[in-house]
């Protein structure tokens, strides 16, 4: 499904362009004394310079991938998104097409540069590309011919989770999240590269061959913008690598305990090289197009793009995500935090070779837009997604329902796997309005259990929370959040703040800035605020019912059932195949 700008577009796009530009200067002509008014004509100088320079930021997401043009004050000048496909051949499985994702992202660049040329600008102009995208989504491709050796198993896929619990039970599995920060987990693309090699038998025959490459999404896509086989471009970012569990924190390199505990021969596969997540050459440039020639400068995961777009740069700053999953990202500073409560521990990201790179203690929530959408795809609530907070609003509350959606199992603090999505409290006076918003209640209150999680090893309480994301457009969810975790939300103007932060490394890489200072501004205007309306008393009541409710939710996951019921599936495709031959 495509989201497009056509030429009918163009009048409303400029006045928005020029809205938002205008909003930025309205943060720069404050009252000043006669002092600083020379320092004020500095900065306005600065601002209009930078209004004339452009850096496109690739995001590629979970379902859908768009392209941004921002001017350097952080204006999206010109955008294109589309969706692709996801694939779901059985319970727990999910997929995407490797040429998809590919095909998609050069659409987006096509589309969404006819719009930036219909403006009076030409491709000239812009200096630099950077990339962010959905991070634990596991490619396996033929390093000599570039062919996907299978789809991509995306990270809400659960199919490992027999896996998962056999590797907890091997020797050396308590040690590991003390040397990459995760836990063992469906989530992580190291389980699922394991499970491609013993399930998939042309995944380990070009393993066996040295033929075998494996990356994320981010890989994949630097690894085809720059030609493909002929480019030979296998290279990923620090915050993504970190996100395999491959990674060591503290040498930001592949670590040999790692690649062992996983059974993997490194002179048998191609893993990618990790630099910086922002590079002047490191990650190539783009080889056909309309942007053919342009380099790309930066490399980051989705979730540490979106605490760069927010320009949480100092120790204690944190964002929420509210997409596909719900993504809270906590800045620990220069060192990394192992947790000790459930959370994970990820590289935030490195602007620079001559920078240090920045950790983050993490929270994720399997479930939060592809909660809405499940209302709307599968139980028909809705046509639009953004009709939601109508229907939520239909209903004064959640009328008593508790759902708590374990589509994948329950992510960050709990990681149960066995749980599976549940809703409590439906009677007969149970209207949609009511499921609709026990729906983004769920989101609301995972995300106060990671910010818990969060204080106990950090030591410090947050006292606000930036927010972006699909369902943060709803002021009904942002509301109810605020009244979950009792602390003000902080939600943009502009909401494209992951692709934003791609674009902001980008521009690090090619000195656009040279310190974080000189961001101070950027996306500030016109943000709103969500207070707190309901009593810490009743938030905390509203708590209880959830917490009761997710222990009423495990157990609902039998493995060896599941395993019993792939078996039988086997058994029955083996019989049609006979019976087809016969």
């Known amino acids: 499904m495509r989201n497009p700008f056509d030429m009918s577009d163009l009048d409303a796009l400029v006045e928005e362009q020029q809205e938002r530009q205008q909003n930025y200067a309205d943060l720069h002509t404050h009252q000043s004394h006669d002092g600083d008014r020379s320092l004020l004509q500095d900065e306005q100088r600065r601002s209009d310079n930078l209004k004339d320079r452009f850096i496109g930021a690739i995001d590629q997401g979970t379902t859908s991938s768009r ?56 491709r000239d102009e812009i200096e630099a590309i950077g990339i962010t995208s959905q991070r634990e989504t596991a490619l396996c491709w033929d390093w000599e011919t570039g062919e996907p050796l299978h789809n991509a198993i995306a990270w809400p896929d659960t199919r490992t989770t027999g896996l998962v619990r056999e590797l907890k039970a091997k020797k050396g599995a308590e040690d590991l999240s003390k040397i990459c920060g995760l836990p063992l987990s469906t989530y992580p693309s190291s389980v699922t590269l394991m499970w491609m090699l013993r399930n998939l038998p042309e995944v380990k025959k070009a393993y066996d061959e040295g033929r075998l490459a494996f990356g994320t999404v981010d890989t994949w896509l630097l690894y085809n913008l720059n030609g493909g086989p002929e480019g030979g471009r296998l290279v990923t970012d620090v915050s993504n690598a970190s996100r395999t569990m491959f990674m060591n924190l503290e040498t930001l390199d592949y670590d040999d305990r790692l690649l062992k505990f996983f059974e993997l021969d490194r002179n048998k596969i191609r893993l990618p090289k990790i630099i910086p997540s922002s590079d002047p050459e490191g990650f190539g440039w783009v ?28 120790p204690g700053s944190a964002k929420n995500t509210y997409g596909t999953g719900c993504f809270l990202l ?94 409590f409290g439906i009677t007969q006076h149970t209207q949609r309005g009511h499921i609709a918003r026990a729906t983004m209640e769920a989101a609301c209150f995972q995300t106060k259990a990671i910010l818990d999680a969060m204080e106990l090893d950090s030591g410090h309480k947050l006292t606000e929370l930036a927010v972006d994301g699909g369902m ?111």
């Not at 793009?305 to 949480?312: E, I, K, P």
């Not at 906590?330 to 000790?340: D, L, Q, T």
């Not at 703040?497 to 500030?524: H, N, Q, Y």
């Not at 008393?537 to 708590?543: D, E, G, I, Q, V």
């Open 472 to 582: 943060s457009n709803s002021d009904i969810c942002m509301q109810t959040q605020a009244d979950i975790i009792q602390i003000p939300l902080e939600r943009p103007a502009m909401h494209e703040t992951t692709a934003l932060g791609a674009a902001i490394a980008a521009g690090f890489a090619i000195d656009v800035w040279k310190d974080f200072s000189e961001l101070k501004d950027m996306d500030r205007a016109n943000r709103t605020t969500f207070v707190p309306h309901v009593t810490p008393a009743h938030s905390r009541k509203m708590y209880r019912q959830w917490t009761k409710a997710v222990e009423m939710s495990r157990g609902w996951l039998d493995t060896n059932e599941e395993n019993d019921e792939d078996e039988g599936e086997e058994e029955s495709e083996q019989k049609e195949q006979q019976a087809l031959k016969h």
């Open 287 to 314: 080889r056909s197009g309309p942007l053919d020639g342009v380099p790309i400068t930066s490399c980051l995961g989705d979730q540490s793009s979106a605490l760069v777009g927010h320009c949480a740069f100092t």
């Open 67 to 122: 392209f941004i043009i921002f001017d350097c004050t952080g204006v999206p000048v010109a955008k294109y998104q589309m969706e692709f496909r996801q694939i779901h051949e059985r319970s727990g499985w999910h997929e995407q097409d490797p040429f998809e994702l590919v095909d998609s992202v050069y659409t987006c660049i096509e589309e969404a540069m006819k719009t930036f040329l219909a403006l009076g600008h030409s």
């Open 330 to 423: 906590y800045n620990v500073g220069e060192k990394p935090v192992i947790s000790k409560h459930g959370l994970l521990a990820t590289v935030g990201f490195q602007l620079g070779k001559n920078r240090k790179p920045v950790y983050a203690l993490e929270g994720s929530v399997a479930v939060a837009g592809s909660g809405i959408s499940f209302l709307m795809n599968n139980m028909g609530f809705f046509r639009d997604s953004r009709k939601v907070s109508e229907v939520a609003a239909s209903v004064p509350d959640s009328g008593g329902c508790v759902f708590v959606t374990a589509f994948s199992g329950l992510f960050a603090p709990y990681w149960i796997d066995d749980a599976k999505g549940t809703i």
